[in-house]
């Protein structure tokens, strides 16, 4: 059930929220990106990330589900796909890797010939009053604006997560989608990196991961 040890979390780390082009038309979008690196960088700031321990993998008749019980967030992983939990990212790749090959040693030409999806997840919940709570009140600001101005840019799109609302990024280039969505105190952040020359079944497996998705608010 699980992949072989890879460094999943220092890859997807240092893609955790990270600042996207400049969108002159929405100050809050630039705001609410210089904050997250900000938070990222500050570990004394008071934001609690979930850990390892935090996430349970359970498997049933209906496929592998991973729930975590602190963050309120449960989702499928999809069928055949591999996962592992490793620090604060839960890694879900569209294939076994080999016990040798790894993020740190493996280059994006053996990537791109593995055909590697990979999917990651990331949860953390801020401290109400706090100063990093303000990307909290950012990304639901930048919500609300592309909501208005939809046709900014063709790159954001707002969508909807168990009934909640969420900010989608889509690189330009086709690699990979990024959505992050805030539930109360806590900010949630799921993202696909694709090597495979079809990256459109990548994106339609994440569109169905997306679909399970189940968020409590409490």
Known sequence: MKISKTSIANFSKSNFFIPSLVILLVIVGWFFLLTIDFIEEDNSDPVSWSQKEDYVIKETLEGIFVKNEKAGLSFKVPDGWEVEIENTTVGILNKKLNSIDSYGNISPKELREKEICLITVNSAEFQKDSISYVAINSLNGLI?????????????????????????????????ISVKISVGNKLHHFEINTYSENNNQCFQEFDRFLKTILINKS
């Open 144 to 176: 609300s604006s592309w909501e208005k101005s939809p046709d900014v840019t063709g790159e954001y799109k707002v969508i909807k997560l168990d009934g909640y609302k969420a900010l989608e990024q889509e690189d330009k280039n086709k690699y990979y």
